[in-house]
């Protein structure tokens, strides 16, 4: 999961099989929640967002859990492939400030 | 195509030499950010505007400026550059913080 500090969590997962990312979140008031994914050399582009009137959140392969009582959120995706190697970035949004909170990263390589 | 371009994507610097990072984005987006990513460190927001003539300081502004004359730019000013601001800086937009941003390709920025 995700965590403070220099070095980025990393998690490697056999190609098809099963990936979960995890992310503990700051602000029990954050009302509205995102991940993102960084490729090497560029700009984090979005995969899936939820609201906390949501448990849980469906896209194309790729499912958002979102656990208020502990606040924490997890990015599962399913069937990896090589190009879903990348750096996996959840976010998170407070109602009372106009600005996403970012965590520091989790590192997901697919191995073929 | 909807997109976020900033310019330039390379640049090293001296440091007090003044310097501008441009950024434009042509999806009618209200709201617009800067950030800068450093390793272990994730994304920080430097500033944030939420509409034309309307800024505000993000997590670490000291040492930027910036200025929303338009829409469509939200340009970075580093007036006097120094060392512990070479970084890669991503700008970014959104119709409002409620939804996902859309980022640039980014500016990797080194200061000597």
């Known amino acids: 999961g995700e965590s403070v500090g220099l070095h980025l969590p990393t998690l490697s997962v056999q190609e098809g099989d099963n990936s979960i990312i995890n992310c503990a979140y700051s602000n029990s008031a954050s009302d509205y929640f995102i991940w993102y994914k960084q490729e090497s050399g560029k700009g984090p582009q979005f995969i899936i967002d939820i609201r906390s009137n949501m448990d849980k959140r469906q896209g194309q392969r790729v499912t958002v859990l979102l656990n208020k009582t502990v606040k924490h959120l997890s990015l599962q995706i399913a069937a990896t492939q090589p190009g879903d190697s990348a750096v996996y970035f959840c976010a998170e949004n407070h109602p009372s400030v106009e600005k996403l909170t970012f965590g520091t990263g989790t590192r997901l390589t697919i191995i073929p | 195509e909807a997109q976020v371009t900033q310019n330039p994507r390379y640049l090293i610097t001296v440091t007090g030499k003044k310097l501008t990072v441009t950024c434009s984005q042509n999806?009618?987006?209200?709201?617009m950010s800067w950030y800068r990513q450093d390793p272990g460190l994730g994304l920080r927001q430097i500033y944030y505007s939420m509409n034309v003539e309307v800024t505000d300081k993000g997590d670490v502004p000291e040492g930027y400026k910036v200025s929303r004359k338009e829409k469509r730019n939200f340009p970075l000013i580093l007036e006097s550059p120094s060392p512990n601001q070479t970084s890669l800086y991503f700008c970014?937009?959104?119709?409002?913080?409620?939804?996902?941003?859309?980022f640039g390709p980014g500016t990797r920025l080194t200061v000597t």
């Open positions: 999806m009618n987006h209200e709201y």
């Open positions: 970014a937009s959104s119709l409002n913080t409620k939804m996902e941003q859309y």
